[in-house]
């Protein structure tokens, strides 16, 4: 399904965020919040915006919630509304509801009240910090599975100037090599010969023992 109109309820930090991305992808952000200076903060930047209290179905009903793709409840603080204005947008029939949550309660409820997706923004983001601070060469990550990954990681100068049959890392940890970014264009699924430098960027996927074991082996 393709989504193109987008509703975010909270224009905090997180959800006026995204709705200056949304705006900068091309898609259409109605805001909505019920403090005046956000919504004001963003008149000129979102496609609508309006002073509203989400948890009134009549609120939500007379701004049209029902006619956009995709919901986005971006409030934290209050855990009530945010539930309330989850369910308020799913009973309306808003096919895709996506919910920000501050805690693992806070999560569990709103899978329960058939959120389409959380979003724990500091978790998340506090994980990933993580991993990048112990980790120098990685530059992000997606998680496939519990086991598989696929990583960013910087070419280290120790690698700078070898092919890929000399470092090898499929022979020597299991792991592949699917695509090298360099500062002139990608090489999707490089071969042999092709050669790593500095500045480069290679895209490695295995599992998450074969990337660390990897790593290890190029950060000392
Ligand atoms: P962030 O980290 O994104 O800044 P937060 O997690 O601290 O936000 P809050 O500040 O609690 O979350 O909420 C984000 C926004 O949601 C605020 O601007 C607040 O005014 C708005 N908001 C809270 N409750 C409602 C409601 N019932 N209806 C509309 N807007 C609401």
Do not use: W
Request: charged share 25%.
């Amino acid at each position: 399904m393709k989504l193109n109109q987008f509703v975010i309820i909270g224009l905090g930090r997180f959800g006026s965020n995204l709705g200056r991305e949304l705006i900068k992808l091309g898609y259409e952000v109605l805001g909505v919040d019920r403090d005046e200076e956000k919504v004001q903060e963003l008149s000129n930047v979102l496609t609508h915006t309006v002073v509203a209290d989400a948890t009134e179905e009549e609120v939500l009903r007379s701004i049209g919630a029902r006619n956009f793709d995709c919901g986005v409840v971006a409030i934290g603080d209050d855990i009530q509304a945010s539930i309330l204005a989850t369910i308020l947008l799913k009973d309306l029939g808003v096919k895709k509801v996506v919910a920000k949550a501050v805690s693992d309660l806070h999560g569990r409820v709103l899978e329960r009240v058939g959120v389409d997706r959380i979003i724990y923004p500091e978790r998340d983001m506090g994980i990933r910090v993580a991993h990048q601070l112990v980790s120098p060469n990685l530059l992000d990550f997606i998680e496939l599975s519990k086991q598989y990954t696929i990583a960013e990681l910087s070419v280290p100068q120790c690698l700078s100037g070898k092919s890929l049959d000399d470092v090898n890392p499929r022979g020597r940890f299991g792991c592949s090599i699917v695509a090298i970014n360099k500062p002139d264009g990608i090489i999707i699924a490089p071969v042999a010969k092709d050669v790593l430098l500095v500045n480069d960027v290679m895209v490695v996927i295995g599992t998450n023992q074969q990337i660390e074991q990897f790593q290890e082996s190029i950060e000392h």
